[in-house]
């Protein structure tokens, strides 16, 4: 159901001014820790690795409910607002066709009874979390934003509330793919389409919108948009509505979605950029739920799926990047200062930040915080008349967010002009959109229609020709993806074969290059037809063809997009006789006693790796599926494919004896107690699947730490004297709740450079009621010294009740580390001598001369030493380096070989002692101190 409807159920409570929020805009200091996994540590599913931030061409959806807290929608049927763990929100299946995967999507976000102020931050799981914010709230605001946000690892995107509680209401508006034809982005606006308040886009009906009610705005073939958008892309504000309801935007002619795009309160004024299917008559229909209310309508631009080179299409960034802050003077000079009334500031984003100067249009959130009055935001193109339109509406003091798409001014510039009063604002870049105008691809083909592979693999070439009108270019490159055409169009079955190709080099397991220049140049790749299949025919076809030139031109063709006279062959195959089989499943959590154990307090990984076997056509694609208490399931998939003729991600080794990485999302909603991989599902390259259910594999223990709890951990030393001899310490902490006594503590160490280990974990009980366990830090014998963190902490009681701390289980750290004493003296020598003063000439090279040395005690042991030779004239001549030990009495052993060829005469030794903390003294060298007792000569002598 929309945010609010009619009341019955919940309201809003108008919050529309006073204090800024306490975590305004998310920024340095709002930014958290990163959530695990770590950026790196889990890749996306790539269909393009060589362009990883190539989301391709938008696919339009009506308005479709993905994640609603309050219903359980999207979060297997838990109800309830989030913390400050990470919500887990699978979009893979939003295409409605496994073979098409969403690249990025586009939501529309909407927090709602928030219990303090703060901000949501939405980003794809699987990596850090960015230092950006999407929207800004404070207690008890209902406020959306649209968001466009790359997809995650196995299709999922995350979301975080960085303040209290809150629901989060996700609605689909479309997404992004290469794997199908899809519309490319025109950027064209702002240009105000509907007013109510002036009867604009409404036959010059000057009239709110009333309640129940719907207005409808001709788009498709009005205001210089075509009559075949797909799509538009509207900043759409309600004003001055007399009762709290919500707007919803959709196709005319098309049944109205539950979704909303709007959620409001009585007299309040908010916007939200839309992006909504055009109706089979060039219509959109705006549905106001209760009251009366103005709505406004700017065009930003639309989308056109005939015309791939008109448009453009998206790439995202890595990361988002903050490229405005007038707080911080970022993007503005270093000058920090707010935008004054009637003001404009300019910001470079067209060869700024990894944006190209050609940028078509860039995507910004942007944000007002601090405004000293009410007005509105307007972001333009730099250059251009400044609209009448509007991007933003603000009271004074109000923190907002929306999104913006804005094309780029010939500067490579856009502004931002602030209406009344004076306002900070801030504008993070998500993406840009890039055109393909100048490039083409043309003579796609295989050289034979058909081949027989039904003995073994066939081979085919392959051969097409990239032009780019643009004379500037120095370089053109892409990828071609081949695969086997599923039934139906835009469906494919087995992994894809990606080949890049760049002009002028044949890439190795790629391309191969034939001829010509970056205006024209030629292409061909040698395809082996795999020998099975679904059936004894089957037809491969290239599915995608990507395209760039060094001026930062892009263009996406896919399925029917391509030339099909060419783009196929078809191919004699053999059935496979055998369906894949399964081994075997592994993880990568502690164990600890056998028994591996998971914190549910917080979002958390599961890491598995499944091995699998098919000899036939090999591994395609699988799912893991854990069933833990009350029959509460969790699943995750993996899906290899084949990139420069190797495999690529996930699986290792080979597709026939495949092992593949698996990763679950564990909700801080998951019930504590035994999880077990209950159901694994595998299909081979040739489409064939079997199912091995009924599994008990692999048990986790998940706990939420709700019956005991730690309170501090401490050690009886942060630093023991380890330098001579193993050294004994005690972790202590305090437990609450324990039934039974406490029965065991176990402490895991991450072990930095050296190695603790805990004596027994059976707990003593301390005085003042807290508990420690034994353990003990080797001794050093370099390295400068051991440092034991604590990472991990498993406390059972005597009822069985268990509770985990610590990165180990991915629960809240733990601040304890154990260090080797601090040794901040280099050895200091009280004496040294020679074994031998004197040698004669024929006996050099035989003998090695030994200078005894006696070192003051200290707490770290002598454990090196060199040795350097000078002549009567003090010119070193030789050196040696080695190490040494330290005896019970403080003497230390230098030693080194005489060189042969020394003349006949007298010569000094020098030396340095090295204890095991790294710290070194140097005697007897020149610029050094003296040796005591006297320097140590010796001589040569003739004989």
């Known amino acids: ?118 901000y949501l931050t939405v980003y794809p799981w699987g990596g850090s979390r960015p230092g950006t914010s999407n929207l800004n709230f404070r207690a008890g605001e209902t406020i959306p934003n649209l968001v466009t946000v790359p997809v995650g690892t196995d299709g999922k995107v995350a979301l975080y509330n960085a303040g209290g509680r809150s ?41 709110p919108v009333g309640a129940g009610k719907a207005v409808s705005l001709k788009v498709g073939g009005a205001s210089g948009i075509p009559a075949n958008a797909k799509a538009v892309t509207l900043n759409v504000t309600v004003t001055g509505p007399t009762n709290g309801g919500f707007l919803t935007v959709y196709p005319t002619g098309q049944a109205r979605p539950t979704a909303s795009n709007l959620n409001f309160v009585k007299d309040q004024t908010i916007p939200n950029l839309v992006t909504v299917p055009v109706g089979a008559d060039g219509k959109v229909d705006f549905f106001n739920a209760a009251g009366n209310t103005d709505v406004i309508a700017d065009l930003a631009g639309y989308y056109l799926d005939d015309a791939p080179k008109t448009g453009g299409v998206l790439q995202t960034l890595s990361s988002p990047t903050r490229l405005l802050d007038t707080r911080e003077g970022t993007g503005t000079g270093g000058v920090k200062a707010p935008v004054g009334p009637g003001k404009a500031v300019s910001l470079k984003v067209g060869g700024a930040s990894g944006i190209p100067a050609n940028a078509k249009a860039v995507t910004l959130n942007v944000t007002v915080t601090g405004p000293t009055n009410g007005g509105f935001l307007t972001v333009y193109p730099t250059g251009q008349a400044r609209p009448t339109a509007s991007n933003l509406n603000f009271v004074k003091d109000q923190t907002i967010p929306n999104l913006v798409t804005v094309p780029v001014g010939a500067d490579g510039k856009v502004d931002f002009f602030n209406a009344a009063g004076n306002t900070d604002v801030i504008a993070d870049a998500f993406g840009y959109y890039v055109a393909g105008d100048h490039l083409g691809l043309a003579d796609l083909k295989f050289s034979a229609a058909t081949v027989d592979a039904s003995a073994d693999v066939a081979g085919v070439d392959l ?94 063709l896919a399925g029917s997009a391509l030339d099909p006279s060419g783009r196929s062959v078809t191919a004699n195959t053999q059935v496979p006789s055998a369906l894949p089989g399964y081994s075997g499943v592994s993880n990568f959590l502690n164990t600890v006693d056998d028994v591996r154990y998971v914190y549910n307090g917080s979002t958390s990984l599961l890491h598995y790796r499944v091995d699998a ?59 504590a107690g035994v999880w077990k991989v209950s159901k694994v599902t595998l299909t081979n390259n040739a489409g064939q699947t079997k199912t091995y259910s ?15 709890t730690v309170a501090g951990l401490a050690a009886s030393a942060t630093e023991v004297d ?45 005085p003042d009621g807290s508990y420690s ?20 902490l498993v406390v059972k009681d005597g009822a069985g009740h268990v509770s985990v701390y610590g990165s180990a289980f991915f629960a809240p750290e733990l601040d304890l580390k154990v260090s080797s004493t601090k040794v901040t003296a280099a050895p200091v020598v009280k004496s040294a001598a020679l074994s031998k ?46 190490g040494t030990s330290e005896g019970p009495d403080g003497k230390v052993s230098v030693g080194f070989p005489v060189p042969y060829g020394l003349a006949v005469g007298t010569y000094t030794v020098g030396f340095s002692v090295s204890n095991s903390a790294g710290l070194t003294s140097y005697w007897g060298m020149p610029g050094k101190p003296a040796v005591p007792g006297g320097p140590l000569v010796f001589t040569v002598t003739e004989g």
């Open 1 to 118: 159901m929309p945010i609010v409807g009619d009341g019955s159920r919940r309201r809003a409570r108008a919050v529309v001014a006073g204090a800024v929020l306490a975590a305004m805009v998310a920024g340095g200091s709002a930014a958290g820790a990163a959530d695990r996994p770590a950026a790196g540590e889990v890749k996306p599913r790539l269909a393009l690795p060589q362009q990883p931030e190539l989301a391709g061409g938008f696919v339009p959806t009506t308005p479709t409910r993905l994640l609603d807290t309050r219903e359980g929608v999207g979060t297997e049927g838990v109800s309830g607002p989030i913390g400050q763990s990470p919500l887990v929100l699978d979009v893979s299946g939003v295409s409605g066709n496994p073979s098409v995967k969403p690249t990025a999507v586009v939501l529309n976000v909407t927090v709602t009874e928030p219990t303090s102020g703060g």
């Open 463 to 556: 051969g097409w020709t990239v032009t780019d009108s643009d004379a500037a270019a120095a370089q053109t490159g892409g990828s071609v993806v081949i695969r086997q055409q599923g039934a139906t169009a835009d469906s494919y079955v087995g992994q894809a074969y990606t080949i890049d190709f760049l002009h002028g080099q044949s890439l190795w397991n790629g391309a191969t290059y034939v001829s010509g220049d970056p205006a024209s140049s030629s292409y061909s790749y040698h395809f082996y037809v795999p020998r099975y299949a679904g059936s004894t025919s089957a037809k491969w076809v290239v599915s995608l063809v990507s395209l760039f030139d060094s001026e930062g031109q892009r263009q996406v």
């Open 613 to 671: 076997q098919d000899q036939q056509s090999g591994v395609w694609q699988g799912t893991v599926e854990a069933t833990g208490p009350g029959g509460r399931t969790l699943r995750g998939s993996f899906e290899e494919m084949s990139y420069q003729g190797q495999q690529y991600s996930p699986c290792q080794h080979d597709i026939h004896y495949a092992t593949c990485d698996v990763y679950i999302p564990l909700p801080d909603t998951a019930p």
């Open 167 to 207: 629901h989060v209401i996700a609605d689909l508006a479309g997404y992004y793919t290469t794997d199908r034809p899809a519309a490319t982005y025109v950027a064209n606006g702002p240009t105000r389409l509907l007013d109510t308040r002036e009867g604009t886009g409404t036959g010059g009906v000057k009239a």
């Open 773 to 792: 366990v034994p353990a003990t830090m080797y001794r050093t014998y370099g390295n400068g010294g051991y440092t034991c963190q604590v990472n991990g």
């Open 722 to 766: 380890n330098w001579r001899q193993d050294a004994p310490f005690k972790v202590l902490t305090k437990v609450a709740g324990a039934q039974n006594g406490v029965s065991s503590i176990r402490v895991l160490f991450s072990n930095m450079g050296g190695s603790c280990v805990q004596n027994s974990t059976t707990p003593s009980q301390q």
């Open 837 to 882: 003063t004197t040698m004669p000439k024929s006996q050099l090279g035989n003998w090695s001369y030994v200078t005894y040395v006696q070192v003051e005690p200290g707490v770290a042991p002598v454990t090196g030493d060199s040795a350097y030779l000078y002549d009567s004239t003090g010119k070193e001549i030789y050196q040696s380096f080695g």
């Open 694 to 708: 009924g599994l008990q594999d692999l048990p986790i223990t998940v706990t939420g730490n709700q019956t005991v």
